[in-house]
């Protein structure tokens, strides 16, 4: 699942539109949408977008083990 996805799906979990979202971050829509069709975020505008939806993201490497990185 791409980061497009998980981000169209928190925005539903929190009843806010990619609109709303793209406004929030300083973004016109039309500019958030076309970076939704490339799917491709840096790990800083990750965060600011879970910032705004009252989130955290977290980005990791789970192994098997039990050991995150």
Do not use: V
């Not at 490339?38 to 600011?48: G, N, R, Y």
């Amino acid at each position: 699942m791409g980061n497009a996805q998980k981000i169209r799906m928190a925005l539903a979990y929190k009843g806010m539109t990619e609109s709303e979202l793209a406004k929030s971050l300083g973004k016109t829509p039309q500019a958030f949408n076309q970076r939704m069709k490339t799917d491709k975020f840096s790990t800083e505008e990750l965060s600011k977008i879970a910032e705004i939806m009252g989130a955290s993201y977290i980005s990791q490497f789970s192994f098997p083990d039990g050991t995150k990185i």
